[in-house]
């Protein structure tokens, strides 16, 4: 529809009608031209031409007219659309006072869902669930498919906004079973999202005494929908799963969600038969290993992530490598080398994080920096733990590089402090000063985020360092700023760990002085060099 003629034809009869003053024909010409700016969005100009039809018709027609209760109807529309909930209840308060109609209306079914949804978003619960139920009265009378759906979704929404999710589970689970018996898959599809979503908050809110009635209402929801004609929707049961997961979790019956797992796996190779069935499969296999990690029985959980890589290695080709499958293969090698790790068998992980980074590699692909950080990372750690700190080096080095070429998480731990710590040490010795200033300086980062006495001995040194690498930069004033913030923090220091530090610094710092020819602050510092050094012998 060409919208700028329709306007155009309607303003030359507002002019022509305007000399003539015929109300009737300016009163429609104003509701069609706030029509056509409903329909381009423009709902600014269609409530002002909405209200101007509304004036004149308040002229001529009575408040129970239909052309009347179009036009307040029209307005309450756009007012919702605006945002403005109150406008729009007030008009579709006055189309229902003054709407002549029978009860099972269509146009009153869809009403009432209006007025329960002004209700409901202006909190008014108790009124919003009046008028949902009204409209899904007359929607079932009427068997209108879509109004039905409309008025079950609404009630569940106003009880998931009271957090009365039991409730609202109840109407999501009509719902499915009114899409059974229309045969209706989409609504059922909508249906079963709701349903979980609320069982969900449902679950999470709930303590543990509803254990065995939340585990039966999924498995209820599981026998009954998750199959129905030989559809399997991967979002759902996937959140079925996890909401399983969370129970087992909560109440520490690992062994049973295993099991139940187990159950699953079982059923799903006999009645699933689509490509989601795949992805289930795999989700499964690792949710018992995820388990079994969280009963702390680290070599079953080891056992059976390698399974999971094992029983899907058919997959391991680039032709049917989906995006879901290569992130399940990563995880799984994390999982596997942060547990040989945990159980101190550090070979082992570190043989399972290089087939990790070799799976990567084969991908030919840049989209898993942070999962090539991880590995090298893992790997690292457990060379220090075999004592082996040259090798130790290398792979933390590489962390350090993928760091700086690309945006990757780093965790705030004293692995990480040291790996910044050794690394830079490494640049320091090769005079790659620049680079050791920024791992000393990322390392210093991680070190403040913690105030206890140790953390802060070990700032001092990052300190210490970084004033060394400005120093042979030949850069004073950085250099003196950074052993000045580290011998703050030992003369505070009531252990005697660190005279010799302490003797070190206040030398550098009187030389420093010194050749700046600065002899007062020379002086100074060389005097507390030299008291240190007696109360040292």
Known sequence: MNYSDALTHCQQSLEKFHETKNSIVLAETYYLMGNIFQNQTNNDMAIECYEKSL??????????????????????EVYFLTGKYQLAL????????????????????ILHGSLACCYHILNQYDFALEHANLSLTISETSLNIKDIEVSYILLGEIFDEQRKFNLSVEYYEKLMIKSIEYNNYEMMKTACSKYISSITYLINEENEENFEKNIKILSNFYEKYVFLNDVLVYDDLHRIIINISVIYLKTKKFSLGIQQFKYMLKDIEIKANNYDKQKITIFLFTRIAWLYEKDEKYDLAVNQ??????????FDNNNNLTDFVIETFIECYECIGRLYHQLKEYNLAIENQIEGLFFIKRLNKNQYEQEIFNFNYTIANCYIELEKYDLALIYYTKCVEIEKQCSVDVDDSDASIYMYEIVAD?????????LAIDCYEKGLHILQLDNDQQSSIETAQFHYKIGCCYKMQKDSDLFIHHFQIALKILE??????????????????????????KYDLAIEYFQKMLLRVYQKF
């Open 426 to 434: 490494s640049y320091y010795k090769n005079h790659q000063y620049d």
């Open 55 to 76: 004036v004149y018709q308040k002229n001529i027609y009575s408040d129970s007219h239909p052309i009347r209760i179009r036009t307040c109807d029209s307005l309450g």
């Open 305 to 314: 992530y390698q399974l999971t890589l094992k029983n899907f290695q058919t």
């Open 90 to 109: 007030n008009h579709f308060l006055e189309v229902l006072k003054n709407k002549q109609s029978n009860q099972n209306d269509e146009d009153l079914c």
């Open 492 to 517: 505070d220091d009531q252990s005697n760990d660190n005279k010799q530090q302490l003797i070190d610094i206040y030398f550098e710092l009187g030389w420093c002085y010194q050749q700046s020819k």
